[in-house]
């Protein structure tokens, strides 16, 4: 980013310098990615860089040409990972605006990541505001196919070399954004998880912060799950190996026939949903018995045998909410329902969906117009 700020944007608390691109993506080119842009492969122009310093706190804001961080190679964050970041999505509504879905719930969880990690808060206002600035930057990448979004990814990295085992004493925030589609691209009406031997995260972990090292953790079991014909890898809890948590990036609900609908309970291994917490909402809503508690893999099998249980579903931000319809641990495997997708299910995601969307109203406030 070394060409001259042109223009400044005012964010609350910060100013964020603004670098002309020298070489913007082409319409052409623009226009070959977005019909058919996957899900995470291909970037928009832009990014925005903000820097924290101790003794200073944050400063230098920036948004600039997309491009290579420079790092020194003794940085904190490749060597002890001092990493967190977020996902949300922007989309184009009915009247050509563009929104985004509770983006305070993600600043929020990013500062309790960042707690966690000791790293320091990034104001939630400077969060919001970077995302916002960025999406108005490059509101020409957001995709026009239904169920496409523009996809922003929020992280922070320490980057002070220095080889002692502490807390960094400088950090970089940024935000980068990428054309996404359907993230999952099996087609299938339902999606198939392997219960895996390995463990995700333990109590008095990292299991709640959104960060890197929870992820590279699953990619061995996840790898396995593929390897076996599976979409996804569940994760049981670590004392007892037993009680189900979440998948490898999505958290799980259980639809009874008694109209219960249960999810397991936050307890500090299980990463708290923005999606989760909005379909918390909207069950309530519906009359349903919402009930978060420990549901275990053998009950799981149980109930989708005698067909007590009707429907499962996950969900999370890339892949919004996706039915459940198989689940195989070691040489055994049950279907729930009729393996597709259930009633409630379709009606809970499009309900979500056409908030996110504009095509239904929002009565909770929880979508944001930028522009």
Partial sequence: MANAADTTLDAPALTLSRMAHPAPTSAE????????????????DHMVVIEWTEGRGWHDGVIGPRGPIALDPAASVLHYAQEIFEGLKAYTHPDGSIALFRPEANAARFNASAARLAMPAL?????????KQLVLADRDWIPAQDGASLYLRPFMIATEAFLGVRAAKSYKFIVIASPAGNYFKSGAPAVSI??????????????????GGN???????????????????????????KWVEELGGMNLFFALDDGSLITPPLSGTILPGITRDS????????????????YSIDQWRAD????????????????VVTPVGRVAQGDSDFTIGSGGPGQLTARLKDRLVSIQRGSAPDPHGWVVKIG
């Fill in 29 to 44: 080119a623009r226009a070959a990615v977005l019909a058919n842009p996957g899900f995470g492969t291909h970037f928009t």
């Fill in 304 to 319: 989708a045998a005698s067909g007590r249980l009707l429907e499962c579903f996950a969900c999370g931000t890339a892949a």
């Fill in 123 to 131: 104001p939630e206002e400077t969060f919001v505001e970077a995302v």
């Fill in 279 to 294: 379909l918390l909402t909207m069950a309530r809503e519906e009359g349903l018995n919402v009930r978060e508690e420990r």
């Fill in 215 to 241: 992820y590279a953790a699953s990619l061995v079991p996840t790898a396995e799950a593929f390897q076996r014909g599976h979409d996804q890898v569940l994760f049981l809890d670590a004392a007892e190996h």
């Fill in 194 to 211: 392997w219960v895996s031997e390995y463990t995700r995260a333990a109590p008095g972990g990292t299991g709640a912060a959104k960060c």
